[in-house]
């Protein structure tokens, strides 16, 4: 209890050594945690860009048919798989995909024709949520269909203009029929943006003369289980069938390679934030205790054992830390608050494509676990070789060596 008011008092005795440590405290804390959020948030929102978009955290194909994409190297037992994996807990989605030639009153072009079950595929993609003019498909309008940004300038036409699909049946005949456009889509992927075009399943079906089963089974994991874990699971249900299961790392090696090095690199760059306020911090607390050396040695020379010149250092070190803390979670709230909601606008990356993928270009942070303890921990190891190294030299010093300390 003696050492504790002794080492309060001397924290408020000198209110500049302290008010330095402890800004330096409260300012290493801060950024450390800021920089935390926003790249958590960089990596979930880089990732999540490309599973909650278009291409799903698993899916579940046809051996034949990513080599050979065809109307004819569909699933069969879409369904059963479907059904067995949302038994645990995996949301599904069944896929319908052909292509053919779209064509308005003033040109043609080639088109990437998507069939969904709109219910099912809300549980495993926001492509909904990419509307840019108009509305997503409904079900009470099974001739309307959503098309990408830049197909909808090729073929100078906009939500309400009527459009012609061509194409071949699943039966050998020509399929043919008139469309109104629902939606536009904003930039999503240079395939989708180029040519892509949406329908209801059922309308894909009556188009194609399709009946039962999908060409791709879109999964998307629970939250709590990790990508890897999840791939095992999958396969592990489809173990009995001919079928291919890949990961989005598998089925976009490139990409994935490509945003593991950007992050690599944003990595090195939050590191060396990392370090400066850790040399930042480290060096205001070794001053703190090193400039008191003589202090210490007069207290050694009226009695104060070591271990008491010890304990007092590092309760200092203590009380100004809970301070910091204190400091640190109410200015945080406001930081944070800004940095998960509003994010920050990079506008040099507006519109930038990494393998026909598009970015965003507000980038926003998250609020974890790891935003808190990767922070604290941090300061705390800093703060303990910050005291204890300069404490422990300081207790050992005697009273003589102290006196000439310069």
């Known amino acids: 209890m003696q050492i504790t008011k002794m ?3 001397n924290v408020w005795r000198n209110t500049r ?16 945690t800021c920089v935390t959020s926003f790249y958590e948030g960089m990596l979930i929102r880089m990732e999540s860009k490309i599973t909650d978009v278009e291409i799903g955290d698993i899916q579940i194909h046809d051996p034949d048919y990513r080599n050979r994409p065809s109307l004819y190297n569909g699933m069969a037992a879409s369904g059963t798989v479907a059904q067995n994996l949302e038994s645990i807990n995996y949301q599904t989605s069944e896929r319908l995909l ?46 309307g269909v959503v098309i990408g940004r830049a197909l909808a300038r090729t073929l100078n036409i906009s939500v309400g203009n009527e459009l012609v699909l061509l194409s071949q049946a699943y039966d050998g005949s020509m399929a043919n029929d008139l469309f109104t456009v629902r939606g536009v889509l904003s930039s999503i992927s240079e395939i989708t943006d180029r040519g892509g075009v949406f329908m209801l399943s059922e309308t894909f079906r009556d188009f194609y ?10 999964i998307k994991r629970p939250d709590n289980i990790e990508l890897d874990q999840a791939l095992i699971a999958v396969k592990n249900v489809t173990a009995n069938q001919e079928l291919e299961v ?37 060096n ?39 301070i910091a803390i204190t400091l640190t979670i109410f200015l945080s709230i406001p930081a ?24 965003d270009p507000i980038w926003t942070g998250v609020f974890s676990a790891k935003t808190i303890y990767m922070p604290l921990s941090t300061m705390l190891i800093v703060v303990l070789l910050g005291i204890f190294y300069p404490a422990f030299k300081a207790a050992r010093i005697t009273p003589l060596e102290a006196i000439h300390h310069q």
């Open 246 to 282: 890949k990961s989005w790392r598998e089925l976009s090696p490139i990409l994935a390679s490509l945003i593991d090095s950007a992050l690599q690199l944003i990595q090195i760059g939050f590191l060396i934030i990392y370090v400066a306020v850790v040399i930042l911090l480290l």
């Open 336 to 359: 944070l608050w800004f940095i998960v909601n509003v994010g920050f606008d990079i506008q040099a990356l507006s519109g930038v494509a990494m393998m026909g993928m598009s970015f």
């Open 7 to 9: 080492a309060w008092r």
């Open 209 to 218: 003369v399709l009946k039962g089963g999908a060409h791709r089974l879109v």
């Open 284 to 322: 205001a607390m070794l001053m703190a205790v090193f400039e008191r050396v003589r202090e210490f040695g007069i207290l050694k020379a009226i009695g104060v054992g070591p271990a008491s010149v010890l304990a007092l250092i590092l309760m200092e070190g203590v009380i100004q830390t809970l």
């Open 17 to 32: 050594r302290s008010g330095v440590t402890i800004a330096a405290m409260t300012f290493s804390l801060l950024m450390m």
């Open 98 to 143: 052909g292509s053919g030639l779209v064509a308005s009153d003033e040109t043609s072009s080639g088109a990437a024709i998507f069939g969904l079950e709109i219910d099912d595929d809300a549980d495993v993609s926001l492509v909904f949520e990419h509307i840019s003019v108009g509305e997503w498909l409904s079900k009470s309008d099974p001739k």
